[in-house]
């Protein structure tokens, strides 16, 4: 694909250019809609205009692109005015002034400031399990990090933090085996849902079915394969792989997702939960706050069942979702009406997202 057209606002022409089979398999999973927005804005906002948009055409004729899943049902609203934006990479010394004067928080002594689960707490090299006291699962614990700043993670630290998390799971299903179904989730800061600053992940462990958001991906991709005699999974990466969205790290499929919930969605998709997945985790985490500025995300990581189920799991590989939930010091919540009930509204490029994945991750 030229440079010409690398930006989601041309997603369309770089479709129509691939070869005549990759426009059939993206056709497969996605549909483009795109059109024009115009406006005539009055004298009186030119000055305004200008300070915020750079010209008053800029926002004249605004080029939008709609790019809807047609398996999942997911969407995202591409606005070329926001989209040609460049992101800033900055931190705010506010936010770390905040973190550092925080410390002393029960998770900074989780012993003594948290509870431990029935079957007692796991111990990690750099962290420790907790019973999270307002459940929403049966099974609903805490790996608390040793180190309090969120955002001073080390690829050992995030690699001992998921093998916690398993060893967590693993002793839960032990005391139910009819509690199976393993959900690992990271909200780092306030803007992404945490109560507490320390850091921490989260991970559930559930009975009867799994959250009804991964099954309807497991349904969905399964009535793919019937279709279509191919996994859905490996069609998704191979469309962004032909876009240039794509990046292959020792086995694991990173993708900047076209239709993300949210800011910079990254998916990254592996066999197993192995060593190699770890590493591109971190590297993807390292990327969203070193090269993209990112201060506060969600991470979430789903997997088959721990044991056999009556449902078919064949062909669902381990997924990692990572979102980027803007600045924490911004009171605009990134989240409305749109998005909650309508198709996602996104500000970010995943063209830029894939090239700062590329530089980060490498095509090894």
């Not at 690829?155 to 299903?173: P, Q």
């Not at 349904?219 to 292959?248: E, P, Q, T």
Request: glycine letters at 6%.
């Amino acid at each position: 694909m030229s440079d010409s057209v690398k930006s989601i606002v041309y997603l369309e022409e770089a479709v129509q250019a691939l070869p005549p089979e990759e426009q059939e398999r993206f056709r497969r999973i996605f549909q483009i809609n795109t059109t024009v927005g115009e406006l005539t804005p009055p004298p009186s906002m030119y000055e305004w205009i200008e300070r915020y948009f750079g010209s008053v055409d800029a926002v004249r004729k605004q080029r939008i692109v709609k790019v809807t899943n047609l398996i999942t049902l997911e969407g995202a609203l591409f606005n070329e005015l926001r989209a040609s934006r460049p992101m800033e990479a900055k931190a705010s010394g506010d936010l770390e002034q905040t973190i550092l004067s925080n410390v002393g928080d029960p998770f900074c002594r989780p012993l003594e400031g948290t509870p431990e689960d029935v079957f007692g707490r796991i111990k990690g090299r750099y962290c420790v399990t907790a019973s999270n006291v307002a459940k929403y699962d049966g099974f609903h614990g805490l790996v608390i990090f040793d180190e309090h700043h969120p955002l001073r993670f080390t690829e050992e630290g995030v690699r001992d933090y998921i093998d916690t998390a398993l060893a967590w799971a693993r002793k839960a299903h032990c005391v139910d085996k009819e509690a199976r179904y393993f959900f690992l989730m990271w909200n780092c800061l306030w803007k992404s849902g945490a109560s507490i600053l320390h850091g921490h992940a989260q991970m559930t462990l559930s009975r009867g079915i799994h959250y009804a958001k991964i099954e309807h991906l497991r349904r969905a991709a399964l009535l793919y394969s019937i279709a279509h005699g191919v996994n859905y999974f490996d069609d998704l990466y191979a469309v962004h792989k032909a876009l240039g969205l794509a990046v292959l790290s020792n086995g694991v499929r990173v993708l900047a997702y076209l239709a993300p919930i949210k800011e910079k969605e990254v998916i990254l998709i592996s066999e197993r939960l192995d060593d190699a997945l770890k590493h591109a985790i971190y590297q993807v985490l390292q990327c969203f706050v070193g090269a993209l500025g990112v201060t506060s995300f969600n991470l979430a990581l789903c997997m088959r069942p721990i044991d056999s189920v009556p449902e078919d799991w064949r062909g669902f590989p381990v997924l990692v979702r990572v979102v980027d939930r803007g600045d924490p010091n911004n009171r605009t919540a990134d989240f409305a009406a749109m998005e909650l009930y309508a198709s996602s509204v996104i500000s970010s490029d995943p063209f830029h997202v894939a090239q700062a994945l590329a530089k980060s991750l490498g095509n090894s």
